[in-house]
């Protein structure tokens, strides 16, 4: 059955969808403020019903999941994941487009949270519209998941999946994630790594004293220095014992992906402004990683005075914040634990471990129906083969909605090398856009049947 109906009316409709696209990026959405999320809940909601779906808004300790099923003619069933939630726009500065305008300027569209996620969740339903407004009748059951605390950390998710697993199990996922690299090859990732995030905190005498005191009186800011110290290796090899205990070793076809992975290590560098890696690493090595390796990163360090001119005073408390990057088989109690108890060993146990934010890493079966799917499909639909990566660096609450039910997930999208994510001027060309529509049709036909010739 060929898709050249199907992609013909994504293209007559472009103009529609791109607006539906635009109207959600103009509601401000942002988790971290309590900014818009119940407006954006509903008109996500509204969005799903509007394909004649079955929709609910279920409540969480946070904000609503908004929760959707589509029935189709065949067997299968296929979860699309998102979230509706965006960053904070600060630094406003910084954008040359009003970060909730949705403008379209030099074929991109400008707006907080186009990238991440909203242009992949409005593609997803554009995708089933195309479908039934041509076929009728989708070739699978679709179910939609769409939370709205992924960028605060997905904090009531595993109790919603700890609920709500019978209802929204599926045979496989397509993950929130993805973009094309720069040299416009879309990315596919099979998992993503874990975090533990914590705060560190060292007190000293109950108010901040003049530094003359500092001949008598502990520093907390010097404790916590040299705690931090013990943490790391300039070398970056992490001295937490047990810490690499449970490290999973990448499999054979792990690194036959990260070898393949065309990763233009220079370009980045120049990106970045930097002249080396860590370790001067490159090639494979870089790539493993990358991909591979857990990390221990002080995220950010707070203490005393740091105002123009001087204050000559010995601070009462310090403060750093730290995130550990986790791989299978690691999870984030038990590195909390570790944390802890290293701490304890070196004599630190006044530190205080605050513990912010932790999820456990998740990796899909690169050989899983579900990739073959969603790699064939992009091979039909894209100009360029796509690069297929056995996971991504960043994080995301995959192993407690996906893996831990035994649900495979992968995740594709519609974002650029230079989509700003998280950043100022966030951004998606429109091509991408109306090409991923295209390509999640395509996808349903692939898992579907496994026939999804044009």
């Known amino acids: 059955m060929t898709m050249h109906d199907v992609f013909a009316y994504i293209d007559a409709q472009a103009d529609d969808y791109v607006a539906k696209l635009q109207t959600l990026c103009r509601q401000p959405t942002i988790a971290a403020q309590n900014l818009g999320m119940a407006e954006t809940a509903n008109m996500v909601r509204g969005m799903v019903a509007d394909l004649g779906a079955e929709v609910q808004l279920l409540m969480t300790e946070g904000y609503p999941v908004v929760y959707g099923e589509l029935p189709g003619a065949g067997t299968k069933s296929l979860l699309l994941y998102d979230h509706y939630d965006a960053q904070p726009p600060e630094p406003l500065a910084l954008w040359t487009h009003d970060p909730f305008g949705a403008e379209i300027a030099d074929g991109r569209i400008w707006a907080r949270g186009v990238a991440d996620n909203k242009g992949n969740l409005v593609a997803r339903l554009c995708a089933a519209d195309a479908w039934l407004k041509v076929r009728g009748q989708l070739p699978l059951t679709l179910k939609f998941l769409f939370e709205g605390e992924e960028e605060i950390g997905s904090p009531s998710l595993p109790a919603f999946a700890e609920a709500y697993h019978d209802l929204y199990r599926a045979d496989g996922c397509i993950w929130e994630a993805g973009y094309k690299d720069r040299q416009g090859r879309l990315q596919i990732t099979m998992g993503c790594k874990g975090i533990c995030y914590v705060e560190l905190r060292a007190h000293g005498a109950n108010s901040d004293l003049h530094s003359a005191n500092a001949a008598i009186v502990p520093s907390p800011v010097w404790r916590l220095v040299w705690a931090l110290q013990t943490l790391k290796t300039p070398d970056e090899r992490i001295l937490i014992d047990g810490f690499y205990d449970r490290v999973r070793s990448p499999s054979q076809r792990d690194l036959e992906l990260a070898a393949a ?97 932790g999820e456990d890493p998740a990796r899909t079966d690169p050989r899983d129906p579900v990739v073959t799917a969603v790699a064939e499909a992009a091979r039909s639909v894209y100009a360029q083969p796509p690069q297929l990566l056995p996971t991504m660096s960043g994080t995301g609450p995959m192993y407690p909605l996906c893996q831990r039910w035994g649900m495979p997930a992968v995740g594709a999208g519609v974002g650029n090398a230079q989509s700003h994510t998280h950043a100022p001027n966030e951004n998606i060309k429109v091509a991408d856009y109306i090409e991923g529509i295209k390509h999640m049709a395509m996808i349903f036909q692939k898992f579907a049947t496994g026939d999804g010739t044009q």
């Open 261 to 357: 992975w065309d990763f233009q290590a220079e370009a980045h560098k120049h990106d970045l402004g930097i002249d080396h890696y860590l370790r001067h690493a490159e090639g494979t090595e870089l790539k493993a990683d990358l991909l591979f390796q857990p990390t221990c990163n002080i995220a950010g360090i707070e203490a005393g005075y740091t105002g123009p001119g001087s204050k000559t005073i010995l601070p009462n408390q310090a403060m750093a914040k730290i995130d550990f990057r986790l791989v299978p088989d690691q999870s984030h109690q038990r590195v909390l634990q570790l944390l802890r108890e290293h701490l304890d060993r070196y004599g630190f146990s006044d530190i205080e471990v605050i513990d912010l934010n």
